[in-house]
């Protein structure tokens, strides 16, 4: 499956972004979607994950409640919400698929090119 992530960009703190990705294709509603990011010099973090019908939801700790995964099947397309935003929340973000809701990369099989999310002070 290809991956298409977008909806990055420059945000004063405390502000708001959706990010956006569009797969190719869905093949299984119990297919997960997960969404890392990674800073400059930092390796590849969680950040959320989802299956397609929007069961097994997880969010890392650092952004649980300022951040909402959904999906929209209709348009093969997921979303990261990001609300209350701050400077350590910049990075260039990824999209990626998987079989499994879990937080470690490999185990999503696909990867989108990444979008940057920074966060000014």
């Known amino acids: 499956v290809q991956l298409q992530a977008s909806g990055g960009g420059l945000v004063q703190a405390g502000g708001s972004l959706k990010l956006s990705c569009a797969a190719s294709?869905?093949?299984?509603?119990?297919?997960?979607m997960g969404w890392f990011r990674q800073a400059p010099g930092k390796g590849r973090e969680f950040v959320a994950a989802?299956?397609?019908?929007?069961?097994?939801?997880s969010y890392a700790d650092s952004v649980k409640g300022r951040s909402t995964i959904n999906s929209d099947t209709a348009k093969n397309t997921v979303y990261l919400q990001m609300n209350s935003l701050k400077p350590e929340d910049t990075a260039v973000y990824y999209c990626?698929?998987?079989?499994?809701?879990?937080?470690?990369?490999?185990?999503?099989?696909?990867w989108g090119q990444g979008t940057v999310v920074t966060v000014s002070s």
């Open positions: 294709r869905r093949t299984s509603s119990n297919d997960v």
């Open positions: 990626a698929a998987g079989r499994v809701i879990s937080t470690i990369p490999a185990d999503f099989r696909s």
């Open positions: 989802s299956r397609w019908s929007g069961g097994g939801t």
